[in-house]
């Protein structure tokens, strides 16, 4: 009787301890950690992860999912992107002169800026990549239709935000307005998912 009774207490303590180490691996396997290796232009610019100041260069273990990185320094422009970590990844942080301190600075760091300068091509491309995936109707601008002009714009919705458009529509006679709209939806556009602002002649 007392054997079965150690038995029994024994193998209810091996289940829990196996649920404990069962129920911490699926914890951290759950939200696993990544390496991100940043590289920033400026080198001495200030770094923060979701808030929390992180060396700019160099290795930084995060958790999988999205964060946000700003880049920070005095003379030039802040940045702040953010990314999706789901494994091991690199991460260019790279800011742009907006003053003569940060144009000196350029300027004794030739290599530095030159790289810099890529990078602005480079992310110039991808906004545009994505823009041209969110807005479809870019590959037909500027349109000169009957009574209307249709062309793209700095949203007012959302200003200083490069992801997002509005769509400027000049009218010129009285039925151009109603024309675009038909315009718009002959096209496959839908009117109610666009920033259109319209203006007169």
Do not use: C
Not at 57 to 86: A, C, D, M, P, W
Request: proline residues 5%; hydrophobic residues 35%; without cysteine.
């Amino acid at each position: 009787m007392d054997e079965n009774r150690r038995l029994f207490m024994l193998s209810g303590t091996v289940v829990v301890v196996a649920l404990i180490v069962l129920g911490g691996y699926l914890v951290f396997r759950g939200n696993p950690e990544h390496t991100l290796t940043v590289k920033s232009i400026p080198n001495d610019l200030t770094l923060t992860l979701d808030g929390r100041q992180v060396p700019a260069n160099g290795e930084i273990k995060v958790k999988e999912g999205k964060h946000t990185l700003t880049g920070e320094r005095r003379g030039f422009e802040s940045y702040t992107q953010t990314v999706q970590v789901t494994e091991d990844s690199q991460y260019k942080m790279y800011l742009f002169s907006n003053s003569a301190e940060g144009r000196a600075w350029e300027k004794s760091h030739p290599e530095e800026q030159l790289e810099a300068e890529g990078e602005a091509g480079r992310r110039f491309d991808e906004l545009n990549a994505r823009l041209a995936a969110k807005y479809p109707i870019l590959q037909e601008l500027p349109y000169i239709g009957p009574g209307f002009t249709v062309n793209q714009g700095v949203s007012q919705a959302h200003p200083g935000d490069p992801e997002f458009l509005a769509f400027y529509i000049k009218v010129t006679d009285s039925e151009g307005k109603k024309k675009s709209l038909e315009w718009l939806t002959g096209h496959g556009y839908k009117p109610e998912t666009l920033e259109l602002i319209y203006t007169t002649k």
